[in-house]
T-cell receptor
Framework: KAGVTQTPRYLIKTRGQQVTLSCSPI?????VSWYQQTPGQGLQFLFE???????NKGNFPGRFSGRQFSNSRSEMNVSTLELGDSALYLC???????????????FGPGTRLTVL | DQQVKQNSPSLSVQEGRISILNCDYT??????FLWYKKYPAEGPTFLIS?????DKNEDGRFTVFLNKSAKHLSLHIVPSQPGDSAVYFC???????????FGKGTKLTVNP
């Protein structure tokens, strides 16, 4: 079974631009979560999508948004990029069966975003 | 407020010996805990997990121990191998939420 895939793997943008990152979950997984990893803050939860609806949200400004399509693929968008948005953006997918607290998330390789 | 803490940024052990990585948490509502391993330029790889109804879970060379009263968990790797050298992250969730709260990681180096 193929793992979580993310595109692109690397991206360079300038301040003020916007960017869209893509994530394809493991086949059959219905939940997609996004995380930001930086050296100072570590891995931080951005948001989670399930059945095309945002189900959980972390403490990030509104410039960070996402969506999920009917095939469970997800995109994440960051508008008006700032230097501090430079990070590794990770996507994770899980089955998310109702009532299962032991649901495990599997991560993709990440997209390395550099903002100049 | 850091709810999951890994107080040792790094750990170095000899090949064949035991590696013990520690993690503390403050939120008593966490009921599921996971360990991930991460190599540079790759995403975290799931290693092992434990739910709050257990105090131990074992998978091959990896064992996770959970002490709920102390809000502490640890990952034991026996025997350690050079290929285990990576950054290890502890993560926690509550109530089946997909939101994982991560520690800042411990860099393990296993010397041949």
């Amino acid at each position: 079974k193929a793992g979580v895939t993310q595109t692109p793997r690397y991206l360079i943008k300038t301040r003020g631009q916007q960017v869209t990152l893509s994530c394809s979950p493991i086949s059959g997984h219905r939940s997609v979560s996004w995380y930001q990893q930086t050296p100072g803050q570590g891995l931080q939860f951005l948001f989670e999508y399930f059945s095309e609806t945002q189900r959980n949200k972390g403490n990030f400004p509104g410039r960070f948004s996402g969506r999920q399509f009917s095939n469970s693929r997800s995109e994440m968008n960051v508008s008006t990029l700032e230097l501090g948005d430079s990070a590794l953006y990770l996507c994770a997918s899980s089955l998310s069966l109702a009532g299962d607290i032991t649901d495990t998330q599997y991560f993709g390789p990440g997209t390395r975003l550099t903002v100049l | 407020d850091q709810q999951v803490k890994q107080n040792s940024p790094s750990l170095s052990v000899q090949e064949g010996r035991i590696s013990i990585l520690n993690c503390d948490y403050t939120n008593s509502m966490f009921d599921y805990f996971l360990w991930y391993k991460k190599y540079p330029a790759e995403g975290p790889t799931f290693l092992i997990s434990i739910s709050s109804i257990k105090d131990k879970n074992e998978d091959g060379r990896f064992t996770v121990f959970l002490n709920k009263s102390a809000k502490h968990l640890s990952l034991h790797i026996v025997p350690s191998q050079p290929g285990d050298s990576a950054v290890y992250f502890c993560a926690a969730s509550q109530g089946g939420s997909e939101k994982l709260v991560f520690g800042k990681g411990t860099k393990l180096t296993v010397n041949p």
